[in-house]
């Protein structure tokens, strides 16, 4: 790859390095630039411009990218399509994060040009929550190097989510001569509050006196009401192999593992089994609902995620959890998570047709209703929810898409104007959404891979706000609209869309090239109809 200034006549096909603002608005960094394009930055007095020059040997950043991210991502994780040389990966259900730390290592150290970040190992995440990130640092990387990288992945993925079950934890709580009844109510309300944020229930509790046999007999009744885990929380902390708490599981059957962790607060944990049940002896810091190394544990554990002793001893690097008074708890400052944006889909539904003759929505393509195609493309991408606009022929529009999981809402003012559909279509948009995606029901041809690019290309701090697909320079739909933007689409009035808004806002506006001309292809005609017909059945 070619890097540098070069006059503008030598940039045709060249990848723009930095934006550069012509007459009608802003060519964003990253842009192929089209003889068009060269034509409109002559016509503005732009003469030199940044560019990145591929070569036979470039693989382009975001083919890259797609590469890395689809084979790192394992099981319960899932990579989104990549767009400036990012590919993030999200997680599919709620659970562990799993990652082989020597592999991301071995990758990041190949060539500069790739990068892998990662949450820690074992962080709990939700669905949806960003867990890794793929960047490519340049325009595009050698296939040698690429090359190398995948020879770090192999087959095996780097990284996956691990799914909390749903487990029957049992709790002993033991107590002394004296020991108070408030005491062992917040010793079983810290236990009950965390095995329940981790989707796990406290089955069965038991309070007995501490002492070996006790323990031995509650110890043996939870087994026998197959609870899985066991907590042990003593009246007093554990401080040898030999005392009461690991004693007592001893005398049950069961084996003490392994006693402390480099972990504080938490040092003074247990890790046991009972006949394969793992049995944790809780150390009196999981009173405070403040983070311990118990809490690494039971995580752990209701993952199913095996957990040795050598395990354990491992985990003092970052085992510092405890403030100190030079500092403010890092706990007052967590950072947000980032989750994949919540995109809702705006399908427009409700027009009559005028120049079809009759409900271009409903007319046949390969068995059948164009409409349904269009929203089954958004079923299989990654938009969250689906909004369809009805207004004419409400009731066959509402037929053609059973049994799909769609919000039917329907338009009365359809007659009046596109504009009604879209203020329609808002005012149902769930309330935690950050974007919508403007979808024509009449564009059959968009497929799923098309709209997940225009969801990577959403960023509000980068100001891609406003994400348009382009084939060979030209402006196609649909279009994907930032909350922000909604107040203004809103306001739009009569038979406009929401494209008369682009030119005042351009620079929020970023193109995504796509490698179809789906996104130009409408049916408005009979004539288009067959053409279409005729392109799929040559």
Not at 135 to 146: D, M
Not at 202 to 211: I, K, M, P
Request: aromatic share 2%.
């Amino acid at each position: 790859m070619k890097f540098g200034e070069l006059p503008l006549q030598d940039t045709l096909g060249c990848i723009l390095a930095h934006s550069v603002r012509h007459a009608e608005g802003v060519f964003k960094k990253g842009r192929k630039l089209a003889a068009n394009d060269l034509k409109l930055l002559a016509a503005s007095n732009v003469s030199m411009v940044f560019v990145a020059k591929l070569d036979a040997n470039d693989v382009p950043e975001d083919e890259a990218a797609r590469t890395l991210a689809g084979k790192i991502a394992g099981s319960g994780a899932s990579a989104q399509e990549p767009f400036t040389g990012r590919a993030n990966v999200y997680a599919q259900q709620r659970g562990l994060v799993v990652v082989d730390g020597l592999r991301v290592n071995a990758i990041n150290r190949v060539h500069e040009s790739m990068t892998l970040a990662t949450l820690p190992s074992y962080h709990v995440v939700v669905k949806g929550q960003m867990i890794a990130t793929v960047k490519i640092i340049p325009f595009a990387v050698g296939k040698e190097n690429l090359n190398k990288v995948l020879t770090e992945i192999g087959t095996k993925p780097v990284i996956r989510v691990q799914a909390l079950a749903e487990r029957r934890v049992g709790l002993v709580i033991t107590k002394v001569a004296g020991s108070r009844l408030s005491l062992i109510e917040k010793s079983e309300t810290a236990m009950r509050e965390r095995v329940t944020a981790l989707g796990s229930g406290l089955a069965e509790v038991r309070v007995c006196d501490h002492s070996i046999e006790a323990v031995r007999t509650s110890v043996k009744e939870l087994e026998a009401l197959s609870c899985n885990p066991i907590l042990l929380f003593g009246a007093s902390a554990i401080v040898d192999r030999e005392d009461v708490i690991p004693a007592g599981l001893s005398a049950a059957g069961g084996k003490v593992v392994h006693l402390g962790m480099p972990v504080d607060p938490g040092n003074l944990m247990m890790l046991g089994d009972l006949h394969g049940v793992p049995v944790l002896g809780v150390p009196s810091c999981a009173r405070s609902p403040k983070v311990n190394g118990f809490d690494w544990a039971l995580e752990r554990v209701l993952a199913g995620i095996p957990l040795s002793s050598g395990d354990i001893m491992d985990m003092g690097a970052g085992g510092l959890l405890a403030e100190i008074s030079s500092r403010p708890s890092p706990r007052d400052r967590k950072p947000v998570a980032q989750h994949a944006p919540r995109i809702a889909a705006i399908v427009l539904a409700a027009g009559k047709s005028s120049r079809m003759g009759s409900n271009k929505l409903l007319a046949e393509l390969h068995g059948k209703p164009l409409l349904r195609h269009s929203v089954e493309a958004l079923k299989a991408s990654s938009v969250n929810d689906i909004i369809v606009v009805t207004g004419n022929e409400p009731e066959r529009v509402q037929s053609a898409l059973k049994p799909l999981d769609v919000t039917l809402v329907h338009n009365a003012n359809f007659a009046e104007g596109l504009s009604t559909s879209l203020k329609r279509g808002l005012a149902a948009v769930p309330a935690e959404t950050d974007a919508v995606l403007i979808c024509l029901g009449d564009m059959p041809l968009v497929d799923a891979q098309t709209i997940d690019r225009l969801v990577a290309a959403f960023n509000v701090p980068e100001h891609r706000t406003i994400c348009v697909p382009t084939f060979e320079g030209k402006r196609g739909n649909p279009v994907l609209w930032g909350r922000q933007h909604f107040i203004a689409i809103d306001e739009i009035e009569g038979d406009q869309g929401a494209r008369l808004l682009l030119d005042a806002l351009s620079d929020e506006v970023v193109e995504v090239e796509v490698k179809t001309q789906a996104v130009l292809v409408d049916v408005d005609t009979p004539q288009a109809l067959e053409e279409i017909r005729s392109a799929l059945n040559p």
